[in-house]
């Protein structure tokens, strides 16, 4: 290059066509917008295929966005007369070089920003100067490629060319990843950032080129030889349609995408939530979770059982099955056959409206549910016992019609409801990185929750919530700590046939409790509470208080301990129920969770049972009614997480060696005959009758038999029962217990004998003035 040579030699007189101007800035926009949206796709700085978007957004950018838009800029440059013997010639050298060096600068700026949300200012800036020189670069190695002229540059627009191209590729890359960190980005706000970062190509080019002047035409040099302008222009416009096309395929992914959630929308789906080590949710470079359809809609035995509810029977198999990965993924196979052979299956799946009291549709579901799992781990790369466990709560989603939907009279149609269902699972730091380089980014739940939810159709206040607590499911099995805990055992009926349980959020203890500061009891702290059997709160305590509970000194301490454990867990509850709730002298052996191998692996429970009427409400937000059915099945998987025996029998009786097999609750209907409910849960109405297989009764006990309410059964009830009497209340034992068992996996569990005690007299939620304790001694 040469700067002006003040001589008294004339340059020849430049002129500009404003239509290539134009159209310069076009071609540059387009490649810097397919550059971003190239970048928005990548997640991590590893992984082929991250490699790949690098690469490829450096070839766009470098090659288009800058390359391409230089020498359609040139071609709106005019020499002299306009005579083609007299215009720009480039030397191929010098045109190839120009075209390599910004993108390995580009390759390199963009490397160094990384892929991260927490992309720092100065990596930004760090980029935004080698973008910024890479535009510089560029320009003048390609100036330097023009063979027939010799040309001189302004100083001062040398400078400005290379302020205005840093500043703007900085503030550009800035925004972009800005509000890319943030996810508030979208296609409309890639584009501006794509727009803004073509006037840094495009004004730095100007700037450099009213400040060029062209010298010594040399008349020897041979356009035949060389590169014209109008074969730069032709190559030019061969890598502007490649970008394009980029940008057309990336519309399309978007719109088939967009397609496809609305269609979700309306369908039964299970998807992956994953969280990595610091509880940022995993999730697509455009704010998706991965998905995968199980059936079109759930299809009951009544019209009143359309919905997949987390108290259903095929959901708590789902639940179960979930926590059984390894048994369930050698049999997927056989079940995907199944699906493809059975011509009724394959036949629009079985989800005609002429199919809608199909008997054997659970099975069916299990079927899909289990290849969709697979079929959503294979699109994870995971293998299926790395899916995760099953969340224990079902979203519904709603999918708005459109205009013209609503216009032609399929509003009803269009606004469909489906269903979610969620595998959750924490990945530990190696995990989340191969995941990240599979393409997928991990944000904090608060960033993404708008875009997940109008992508997923659920509204975001609900979405979020349960978010946050799919993050603090997937991090315990929401059981109890070692020790001894004071626990509220309230039930309530719902206005179908289940009960429902008061259990506390988060993964601390499952139900409303506190801790004991002791690990075991002692034989002295049992006769203390063999005093208290059958009494409320408010009268332990006050009895605790007292001179004859002082009179025992040997559990001085404990009685201390209990007045403080029942005065906070009396705060956390409303005063009705702490009005009836009865305290169980009868400790209870529950799960606990074991931090190290030294550790118990169970815990003592010392509760109060109360259950409560259709109106029973509790305000407090730590809490929150779940049903009886599924936290059983919880406390079930607790007791007992690595027995897959059970499972794995139940699951080759159903899948393998029946084809006619119903559902769990015509089963019910083939076993003995059924015992009729107490008179005090008439007005609680049941669609079916509990069946009971009688083991050894005792002379009468069949006389005063309690009902068994909300425990569904699968296969066969063991009952052995006596009826707690209003006399056994002070009693400090029970004479006998109920235990019911659930299918070929189930056994008793401390929450089945919290529902026994709930049936003894006088701690159901009735408003009693007249109730008077009397205390003795």
Partial sequence: MWLIDRTLQESIPVSYLGGYIFLSYVVSMMGCTTTLELLHRRTSRAGLYNWYLLLTSSLVMGGIGIWCMHFIGNRAIVLGDGSARIQIVYSMTFTGVSFVLPVVVLLVAFYSIGAS??????????????????????????????????????????????????????????????????????????????????????????????????????????????????????????????????????????????????????????????????????????????????????????????????????????????????????????????????????????????????????????????????????????????????????????????????????????????????????????????????????????????????????PAPTLGVHLRDMRDYATS??????????????????????????????????????????????????????????????????????AAAQANTDADEFREQLIHAMTTLSTTLPPDINMVARFSARPLIAPCRTPNDTDATHCTLLSFCVVGNLETQVSNPNYTFAPLRLFRVQQQLNEAPGGGEGFAKELGKELYYSDTRTSSATDSELTSPSVKSSSVFKFWPRKQPITVVQEQPSPGSWADISPLGDIMVRKEVKVDVAKLSEQMLNSPRHASRTTVVAGDMAYSTYVDELYNLCYSSGIRLRPDTDLQVVMTG
Avoid at 301 to 320: G, P, V
Avoid at 499 to 526: C, D, Y
């Fill in 117 to 458: 949300e927490e992309t720092s200012f100065v990596r930004i800036t760090l980029g935004g100067v080698l973008a910024g020189g890479a535009v510089c670069a560029m320009h003048y190695i390609g100036q330097l490629g023009i063979s027939n002229y010799r040309c001189s540059y302004q100083i001062a627009n040398v400078v400005g060319a290379a302020i205005i191209a840093v500043f703007a590729s900085t503030t550009a890359l800035t925004v972009f990843f800005r509000w890319r960190a943030t996810w508030t980005d979208s296609w409309w706000r890639r584009g501006i950032c794509g727009c803004f970062l073509a006037c840094a190509v495009s004004g730095m080019h100007w700037t450099a080129a009213v400040g060029t002047s062209y010298w010594e035409h040399d008349d020897s040099i041979q356009h035949s030889s060389q590169l014209s302008r109008s074969q730069t222009v032709i190559i030019c416009a061969v890598l502007a349609c490649a970008a394009c096309g980029i940008l057309t395929v990336c519309a399309v992914a978007a719109g088939g995408s967009r397609r496809r959630l609305h269609t979700q929308a309306r369908q039964l789906v299970l998807s992956g939530v994953f969280f990595d080590s610091e509880g940022r949710l995993m999730v697509t470079p455009h704010a998706m979770l991965p998905s995968r359809k199980i059936v079109d809609r759930y299809l009951g035995k009544t019209f009143n059982d359309d919905d997949l509810t987390r108290s259903h029977s095929a959901f708590l198999w789902a639940f179960r099955a979930s926590r059984n990965w390894n048994i369930v993924k050698d049999v997927v196979p056989f079940m995907r056959a199944r699906l493809e052979t059975d011509d009724y299956f394959t036949k629009g799946d079985g989800l005609d409206e002429e199919n809608e009291l199909q008997t054997d549709f659970d099975e069916l579901f299990k079927r899909h549910f289990c290849v969709a799992a697979q079929d959503l781990a294979d699109e994870l790369r995971q293998p299926l016992p790395n899916l995760g466990m099953l969340y224990d709560d079902v979203l519904t989603t709603s999918a708005p019609g459109s205009c013209f939907g609503r216009a032609m009279g399929y509003a009803r149609l269009g606004g469909s409801k489906g269903q979610m269902m969620f595998t959750v699972r924490h990945l530990n730091k190696q995990e989340s990185n191969r995941m990240a380089a599979a393409g997928y980014r991990f944000t904090t739940i608060e960033n993404v929750t708008s875009a997940l939810s109008s992508r997923m159709h659920i």
């Fill in 477 to 546: 099995g929401h059981s109890y700590l070692p020790g001894v805990h004071l626990v509220s055992f309230v039930m309530r009926p719902t206005i179908y046939d289940h009960f429902e349980v008061l259990t506390a959020k988060g993964t601390g203890n499952p139900l409303p409790s506190t801790t004991l500061p002791i690990r075991k009891l002692q034989f002295q702290h049992l006769d203390l509470l063999s005093h208290m059997e059958g009494w409320t709160i408010s009268t332990c305590m006050t009895w605790l208080r007292s």
